[in-house]
């Protein structure tokens, strides 16, 4: 069986990338493309945009179609949208990709209760298997070499990225605080500025680089008496994330509704 799948945000560059994953793989089929109202996309052949050849599949702006049309949505756009789409593919009991990020306390509430809905919804701040390996390893290192080690998270997109931290980073954020066992929220430090005093026992902190085309460097920096553990990523194509989720919506095709994770889709 071919899984029918249909892209919300066509027109971006995560868009692009995975209508070129969809279209590679030969067990998924393209058959809708949307981007928001009034895009200057719409109307255009999804593979044309994504640099194919036509595919017959034109960017519109008709969400209903095109969830109708598909047994699976992957949706990389912002929280609002994200949300508004995990209420209707709940109503559909469709599989739905998240790999927005940026989304608040309520927005995740939101989609967890689509999830519990009817949706069968995989979300997580990176598609990467690399990434999911490396989070997966932060909880362990953070678990064995304990509260000596002072934890800090440095990560580096493009100049254009809005969200800050990046999703990532707060996925090995959350990763270094379940090694912990302590909750994130209470323990991160976001940013310092001015005399800030001696860095407080247990916190987890954070620093954000914006600038030129990077798609995503990410280091979680173990620092302890006398060494330090560098645990690092480096993204190179988006299609990295855009394959990622391809495999989650095949993953989940079998699923029955929930909230998953791409730990669940790879095992970890």
């Known amino acids: 069986m071919v899984l029918k799948i249909a892209i919300a945000g066509a027109g971006g560059r995560m868009g692009a990338a995975n209508i070129r994953a969809v279209v590679a793989n030969a067990e998924t089929e393209l058959v809708a493309a949307f981007d928001r109202a009034g895009s200057a996309l719409a109307g255009k052949d999804a593979g044309v945009h994504a640099g194919l050849e036509p595919l ?17 949505l992957i949706d990389f756009t912002v929280p609002a949208a994200s949300v508004a789409l995990a209420s209707e593919t709940a ?10 990020t940026g989304c608040s306390e309520a927005d995740d509430t939101a989609i967890a209760a689509a999830a519990e809905a009817g949706a069968r919804i995989v979300k997580s701040g990176n598609m990467s298997l690399g990434i999911n390996l490396l989070a997966a390893l932060v909880q362990r290192a953070a678990q064995s070499l304990g509260p000596d080690f002072d934890i800090e998270i440095l990560e580096m997109h493009h100049r254009n990225k809005v969200d800050a931290p990046s999703g990532t980073a707060l996925l090995l954020g959350e990763a270094a605080a379940a090694g912990r066992n302590i909750a994130l929220r209470d323990n991160a430090v976001m ?4 005399h800030t005093g001696a860095r407080d026992e247990g916190t987890i902190g954070f620093a954000t680089l914006r600038g030129g085309s990077v798609i995503g460097d ?13 645990l690092s990523h480096v993204a190179e194509d988006r299609a990295l994330f855009a394959n990622g989720a391809v495999k989650a919506a095949l993953w989940a095709a079998d699923k029955p509704k929930g909230l998953y994770s791409m730990a669940d889709v790879l095992g970890l």
């Open 191 to 194: 940013a310092r500025e001015g």
């Open 218 to 230: 990410h280091s979680v920096i173990l620092a302890g008496p006398a060494e330090r553990l560098v």
């Open 91 to 100: 109503k559909r009991g469709l599989v739905h990709i998240i790999g927005t």
């Open 56 to 72: 017959g599949v034109a960017i519109g702006d008709d969400v209903s179609a095109a969830l109708d049309a598909a047994d699976a």
